[in-house]
């Protein structure tokens, strides 16, 4: 059962143009979102986060967006850049969101191609 | 370094023997985590300490995994009588406070992952 869930596995973006990375959850306990950047043979980098109390984050290029009715969070990058080519993972957490409720619940991942 | 650090970072085993990883988090971090990242999966929560305190330990998928952190500071995963199933990248985490991020949210709160120890059961 996913709770949170990254529908697309990869998304393709050319150099200077926006990217959006959607994210969908199902348990209505979570109340903090994360978004991970992670290159291979590297951990998971923490990029932007936004909390239930916001619909919305920005940190430079970076903007995360929180829809709570619709349980779906998207990421968009402006403008791509060739170093923003990684896997982008969302995470989420909750209150009582059950197992692993002191850790995070991550979708599986979108890989993220930035095309000169 | 600064910052979080695994051996070893690949680990081959055969099926039926006893595996150890272990974790280096950043100093002075309260909160340590354990993942594990199946291929085309996101990372699964197994465990979490505060301290030396295993406060959490829910995701442990059986009784043959078995983690600890004696000292609040490095931290061993053991996995025992290994399957091939625990074939997965084994990711640590550590942040600067307890438990959970606040709502307000802020850097104390953010995890800081290691690159993970690559475990494939033979």
């Known amino acids: 059962d996913q709770q949170v869930k990254q529908n697309s596995p990869s998304l393709s973006v050319q150099e200077g143009r926006i990217s959006i990375l959607n994210c969908d959850y199902t348990?209505?306990?979570?109340?903090?979102f994360l978004w991970y950047k992670k290159y291979p043979a590297e951990g998971p980098t923490f990029l932007i986060s936004?909390?239930?109390?916001?619909d919305k984050n920005e940190d430079g290029r970076f903007t995360v967006f929180l829809n709570k009715s619709a349980k779906h969070l998207s990421l968009h990058i402006v403008p791509s850049q060739p170093g923003d080519s990684a896997v982008y993972f969302c995470?989420?957490?909750?209150?009582?969101?059950?197992?692993?409720?002191?850790?995070?619940?991550f979708g599986k991942g979108t890989h993220l191609i930035i095309q000169p | 370094g600064a910052g979080v650090s695994q051996s070893p970072r690949y680990k081959v085993a055969k099926r039926g023997q006893d595996v150890a990883l272990r974790c280096d988090p950043i100093?002075?971090?309260?909160?340590l985590f354990w993942y594990q990242q199946a291929l085309g999966q996101g990372p699964e929560f197994l465990t979490y300490?505060?301290?030396?305190?295993?406060?959490?330990k829910s995701g442990l998928p059986s009784d043959r995994f078995f983690a600890e952190r004696p000292e609040g500071s490095v931290s061993t995963l053991k996995i025992q009588r290994t399957q091939q199933e625990d074939s997965a990248v084994y990711l640590c985490?550590?942040?600067?406070?307890?438990?959970?991020?606040?709502?307000?949210?802020?850097?104390?709160?953010?995890?800081?992952f290691g690159p993970g120890t690559r475990l494939t059961v033979l």
């Open positions: 100093s002075g971090h309260v909160s």
């Open positions: 348990n209505s306990m979570f109340d903090y």
């Open positions: 985490a550590s942040s600067l406070v307890g438990r959970r991020p606040n709502l307000a949210g802020g850097p104390e709160d953010e995890q800081f």
């Open positions: 300490f505060q301290n030396e305190a295993q406060l959490d």
């Open positions: 936004i909390s239930s109390i916001k």
């Open positions: 995470a989420a957490s909750g209150r009582d969101s059950g197992g692993g409720a002191d850790g995070l619940t």
